[in-house]
């Protein structure tokens, strides 16, 4: 029997019950690969960790990202979570570094006066990069909208990614609230793009100046919509950027989850550096379980 503690918190949020929910697994190094995602697939949420030796005794730990399916890079609430689960372990932690399979995550703990983690600050571990552009009409189809409904003045829908790649669309502000995901029309999506591989998100948002709304939804990922996402939001910040060629840097208030009833908010700056468009990204979290786990 192999009894592991965990904890679960809401991230991107100050209310318990809101923002997205993360399990954190304290350990867990001699499970196998198959049981770690079989632990995931039970918490049943959009990502659950597992926090691990780092492979250099510099780095704070290896942390290993797994959404209900399959192992990811990286993921911006599980940074922010996990950070704070092990700074209220941990009240000398100021700040962390994560060995994750995108590179490493460089976070900044949040206390307040009395010295309790309120949040963190997370550097998404690459530079931003940006793919392969998808018709507005394809977009409109997974999400049963139609074309006029994704906003093409700024850019078109494009693959995004500071560490996991989305889909990026702008929609209009009254099309934001009529998202409903056609699961056929997502397969057909991706079948008819192998060269996504096994990932296929959607991340749209609408805006007013540097205020955003936004909703991510991968439901080839068992993700049928997600609260709150950095690794999407992220991108987003750094593409609006890179279309505003004379600013250095740009700060996003981003809401998410409000059409789930699990209202999120992220803090996005993106800035221009000497390797690229860097995003850094905040969130508040609150505690809401601890237990332990058998994974024997």
Request: proline fraction near 8%.
């Amino acid at each position: 029997m192999a009894l592991l503690p965990f904890s679960t918190v809401d991230v991107f949020t100050r209310s318990r019950f809101g923002g997205n929910p993360l399990a954190v697994i304290t350990g867990g190094e001699a499970l196998s690969d198959a049981t770690m995602q079989a632990v995931a697939a039970e918490f049943n949420l959009s990502e659950t960790t597992f926090v691990l030796p780092p492979a250099d005794p510099a780095h704070t730990a290896r942390v290993r990202i797994f959404n209900r399916t399959e192992e990811m890079a990286f993921a911006g609430h599980p940074m922010v979570g996990t950070a704070f689960v092990l700074a209220a372990a941990d009240p000398g932690l100021g700040t962390a570094t994560f060995e994750i399979p995108a590179g490493i995550a460089e976070i900044a703990i949040v206390r307040n006066a009395e010295g309790a983690p309120v949040g963190a600050t997370v550097a998404a571990p690459q530079p931003l990069s940006l793919g392969e552009t998808v018709a507005p009409e394809v977009v409109a189809q997974m999400l049963r909208l139609v074309p006029g409904d994704i906003v093409v003045t700024a850019h078109p829908p494009i693959v995004a990614s500071v560490g996991n790649p989305y889909v990026i669309a702008e929609v209009s502000e009254a099309a934001l609230s009529r998202c409903v995901p056609d699961l056929a029309a997502f397969r057909d999506a991706l079948a008819a793009r192998p060269q996504f591989g096994t990932r296929l998100s959607l991340h749209v948002y609408c805006r007013q100046g540097r205020t955003l709304r936004a909703r991510m939804f991968a439901p080839l990922a068992g993700t049928w919509e997600d609260p709150a996402t950095g690794s999407a939001n992220a991108p987003l910040a750094g593409l609006l950027l890179s279309l505003e060629p004379e600013t250095g840097e740009a700060r996003f208030e981003i809401r998410q989850g409000v059409e789930m009833g699990r209202p999120s908010l992220l803090d996005v700056t993106a800035r221009r550096t000497s390797d690229g468009i860097r995003t850094t990204l905040y969130g508040t979290c609150v505690p809401v379980m601890k237990g332990e786990i058998d994974c024997g």
